[in-house]
């Protein structure tokens, strides 16, 4: 009697358990209805809402603040997984938790919460495991961050281009300054006094508002007038930096303080306390150069803070070195022909058998924009190159006679010799051009057609290729004429021709080698032949000419150095003033390397480009190997 009288307390409990789990029960539903509002409010970061769907609200919803706060949970995905173990006490059921932790990643884990009645309903029972298993009253979360050292740019034969160096971090806190500090700091650094009291106005009084970061050689000629300043604070450290300021700025590029800016392109696992890159490679391979930070969630003594356990780890991903195509020795060599200028210069120097950029130096000022890649300016006669290889090729001999007047007239334009000057009766074509006779060669224009000029610049020497680059870059343009005054400036470097150093860089390249090559900047990558091979015969024909600027003509500038040096200068017009404002340039090779030399506001091609071409084959290895 006994045994069927259990029997039958077992069968009416098991059918009160399975009514409880019916889904179509209204009380089912109605007993695990708050793990839902829950996990949807947990999901929405609604701390109000997470901490009214438990018994306890107040202190459910202090601690759920408190764990997105210090772990720093940007976001979270919350849900119910599976079905919900109901009994007339309540239904149980595990979320699956996957919290996005700034600067760390996704942290996913199974928590189990339970239901029981509270007033005239159900709520989710609170305890601080509903937020995680192991979390107890005694215990709190901590979290931990490791930034990986970043790894190095180098060169194509391995030599660290950028390494750490002490730096000086130079703040002001804004409760601790005066209004005097602003503009002590602006006449003191150079920096905008007004920028940085309003940055500072808006910050926090004790917060450490970024001012400036200075290398120790910058840093110590300032240190004792600087920390006379009022809430001045500096925070000494150490960057991955280049040998100086100056050196290989605009190319390598630099890593700052993260902003707003940079930060999107800095990857997921980037904060804004991160050093991160800011421009050029440092930038363009921020990911790589970078690595991942690794860390994780621990759990600790509430009151001691002692590590009670490791909850989830994540391992730091080493930064992996980049090797690009540049060549410490030739940009060494550039930087320093470049450092004693008072002008904007730019040398930029290749492979002229591969074309991998060798040197990028742009200065002399500190610069982070790259005129050796990007910049567009009118060639002049350098482009003398293109537009001889388009008469060879309409049939010129460069030995027959040719007449070098001081001016001729196409259509009405007026066009002369820089400086106006001429060459004797009796010389030759060759004679000419390594003289840079304009006349010369725009009185020949006219046999040629319209697209002359644009067909031999982009099927021979490469311009408007596309180049596949890391960074920003301008291949030139060399649109079709439209007038004969048109053309004819054109074949002079002129009208609506426009370069980059770069580009008339792989200009010189291609003679040199007979073909042109789309740039490569990042050692496997690029370097491509486009177009077609120069013809044989106006390949030795222009070679023999860039070879007679040096040793006759003027580039005179290179004649005494040693190594078979071919060149050609040029004094790009430009503007509307009279008279009309120039450029200097000149871009040559020697052996396997091929450069070219920009001087912005340079009166002429040899005074202003040639001591700092020459200074730069001083300098420089004679071969790439």
């Not at 979290?143 to 390494?163: C, E, F, H, N, W």
């Not at 120039?582 to 002429?604: K, N, P, Q, S």
């Amino acid at each position: 009697m006994r045994r069927m009288t259990a029997l039958t307390a077992a069968v009416t409990m098991a059918i009160a358990t399975l009514a409880a789990c019916s889904g179509n029960s209204d009380d089912t539903d109605a007993a695990a209805g708050p793990i839902d509002t829950l996990a949807e409010a947990w999901s929405a970061a609604d701390a109000k809402a997470f901490g009214s769907a438990t018994d306890a609200p107040d202190p459910a919803s202090g601690a759920f603040t408190e764990m997105n706060d210090e772990l720093l949970i940007s976001m979270a995905q919350v849900s119910p997984t599976g079905e919900p173990k109901c009994t007339d006490q309540g239904c149980t059921q595990t979320l699956t938790v996957s919290a996005t932790l700034d600067g760390l990643g996704d942290w996913t884990y199974d928590t189990d919460v339970s239901t029981v009645e509270s007033g005239d309903g159900w709520a989710v029972h609170w305890e601080p495991a509903v937020l995680h298993p192991k979390l107890t009253e005694q215990t709190t979360f901590d979290r931990a961050r490791t930034v990986p050292k970043r790894a190095p740019i180098l060169d194509r034969r391995g030599v660290q281009l950028t390494s750490y160096r002490a730096v000086y971090r130079i703040g002001v806190v804004p409760g601790k300054a005066k209004s005097s500090s602003y503009p002590a700091l602006a006449d003191l650094l150079g920096v905008d006094g007004n920028d940085l009291q309003k940055r500072a106005d808006a910050a926090e009084p004790d917060w450490f508002v970024d001012v400036i970061t200075l290398r120790k050689s910058d840093y110590q000629p300032v240190r004792s007038r600087l920390l006379k300043i009022p809430g001045v604070a500096v925070d000494p450290g150490r960057l991955p930096l280049t040998p100086t300021s100056e050196w290989g700025r605009a190319i390598l590029g630099t890593v700052s303080p993260a902003t707003a800016e940079t930060i999107r392109s800095a990857g997921p696992l980037a904060m804004d306390t991160d050093v991160v890159g800011s421009s050029g490679l440092q930038a363009a391979y921020e990911r790589e150069l970078a690595g991942s930070p690794g860390g994780g969630v621990l759990l600790v003594d509430a009151k001691s803070g002692k590590q009670q356990a490791q909850l989830w780890h994540v391992p730091v991903a080493p930064g992996k070195p980049v090797r690009t195509t540049l060549d410490y020795r030739f940009q060494d060599a550039a930087e320093r022909a470049i450092a004693g200028q008072t002008k904007t210069t730019v040398l930029v120097a290749v492979n002229a058998r591969t074309g991998e950029i060798l040197a990028d130096a742009n200065g002399p000022e500190i610069t982070s924009y790259d005129t050796g890649l990007i910049g567009q300016y009118p060639p002049g006669s350098t482009f003398k190159t293109v537009s001889v290889a388009a008469l060879i090729d309409a049939g010129q001999d460069i030995d027959a006679p040719a007449d070098c007047p001081s001016t001729t007239v196409i259509d009405g334009k007026r066009f002369k010799n820089y400086e106006f000057t001429s060459l004797p009766s009796g010389s030759t074509f060759a004679d000419a051009i390594a003289a840079s006779c304009n006349t010369t060669v725009v009185d020949r224009a006219h046999p040629l057609s319209n697209d002359a000029m644009h067909q031999t610049a982009t099927q021979w020497f490469g311009v408007g290729a596309k180049w596949d680059l890391p960074l920003d870059a301008y291949s030139g343009s060399v649109p079709k004429n439209n007038s004969q005054v048109d053309k004819a400036a054109s074949m002079i470097g002129q009208a609506r021709v426009l370069m980059s150093p770069l580009g008339m860089a792989l200009v010189a390249a291609a003679v040199d080698s007979g073909q042109a090559r789309t740039p490569s900047l990042i050692v496997g990558e690029g370097g491509q032949p486009v177009g077609e091979p120069l013809p044989a015969a106006t390949d030795d024909d222009l070679r023999r000419i860039m070879r007679m600027v040096v040793t006759q003509g003027t580039a005179s500038s290179l004649r005494d150095l040693p190594g078979q040096i071919a060149a050609k200068t040029g004094t790009a017009e430009y503007g509307t003033a009279d008279p009309l404002r120039t450029h200097g340039w000149m871009i040559g090779y020697r052996g396997d390397v091929a450069f070219a030399c920009l001087v912005v506001d340079g009166e002429g091609g040899n005074s202003d480009a040639g001591p700092v071409v020459r200074r730069f084959l001083q300098l420089a290895p004679t071969r790439v190997n």
